[in-house]
């Protein structure tokens, strides 16, 4: 049976056994669309970080919880979504965190590409809507390059030129991906996700004053890809900037070399506001109600006794 087969058959089972509606959320990416922390709470099926709280939204308006599939790889780069490469990630063994991978093991010989678009067929396939899809993607690209111990050697022009050129891949690899997803579902509530900038939090980290304007140019990037496809684009780097201590793993560093970067569970919290926000006139979901006639009377009665008392007094 090919992986394509493999992946569709245990979509249909996760999707018979645990789903709660005919509607499915489909989140893809990185890390931090996996809702990592510090790796202490895997393997995951990734139905947590900012993920979670959202489809709890969702299920707040549908009535009843949509599915979640969350095909997110720690380490995942762009450029990895598509060849499955080790070594085109950021990090090794983000793969077998994941649950939903771990019929795929020891090998694991699929993509995330592979895997999302298989997933989708799956859902579809058994009369369920995608009509929820998240994507955030990118950030480790420019992780590689951070990591490269040549990059910091560079003048500061040549690091702006890879900078630069990584954005540019990025953004092309990104393109790549939403089309898929707008090929399959043209009409999905489609989100694309911005990055926080977690180095804000230590200004002595050698990549600080590079962090901020690389991840805003990327976060730019994805914004004007999303814009393409008809996503909204959700940035997450105004919720953290100045609270990166409060919302993000950076105090760890240097006891923690990997995941210091990271939201922390409050980090997500806070930045699962900012999506839900984007989603609230969606027009996958159902009119937000009115307040019945008698509750407007109400209100209205006790504002009277309010501005009564106020001149009385």
């Not at 919720?239 to 409050?266: C, F, K, Q, S």
């Amino acid at each position: 049976m090919s992986v394509r087969c493999l992946v569709i058959a245990f979509t249909l089972l996760a999707l018979g056994s645990s789903a709660r509606a005919d509607i499915v959320y489909l989140a893809v990416g990185d890390s931090s669309a996996f809702g990592e922390t510090d790796r202490t709470r895997n393997p995951s099926n990734g139905d947590r970080g900012y993920v979670a709280p959202f489809a709890d939204y969702l299920g707040s308006r549908l009535g009843a919880r949509p599915a979640v599939i969350n095909t997110a790889i720690n380490g995942e780069t762009s450029r990895s979504f598509f060849t499955g490469l080790v070594a085109d990630r950021a990090s090794t063994d983000g793969i077998t965190l994941n649950s939903r991978y771990a019929p795929f093991a020891p090998n694991y010989a699929i993509t995330q590409r592979a895997f999302m678009n298989s997933s989708i067929d799956g859902a579809l396939a058994q009369g369920r809507s995608v009509k929820f899809v998240t994507v955030q993607l990118g950030a480790n690209d420019l992780s590689n390059v951070g990591d490269d111990p040549n990059f910091l050697a560079l003048s500061p022009s040549a690091q702006a030129q890879v900078v630069g050129q990584t954005i540019q891949t990025a953004a092309g690899n990104l393109s790549t991906l939403l089309t898929d997803v707008r090929t399959k579902l043209p009409n999905a509530d489609l989100y694309v996700i911005g990055y926080h900038n977690p180095y804000g939090g230590n200004p002595s980290h050698p990549l600080a004053s590079l962090a901020a304007p690389a991840l805003q140019g990327l976060n730019q990037a994805i914004g004007a890809v999303g814009s393409a496809y008809g996503a909204k684009f959700v940035n997450f780097y105004p919720v953290v900037l100045g609270r990166e201590r409060e919302l993000t793993l950076i105090d760890r560093y240097p006891a923690d070399n990997i995941n210091y970067v990271h939201l922390n569970d409050a980090g997500y919290r806070a930045v699962s506001r900012v999506l839900i926000a984007a989603a609230v006139d969606s027009p996958q979901l159902p009119p937000v109600p009115a307040p019945p006639a008698a509750v407007l009377l109400l209100l209205g009665a006790v504002g009277l006794g309010v501005r009564r008392l106020r001149r009385a007094a």
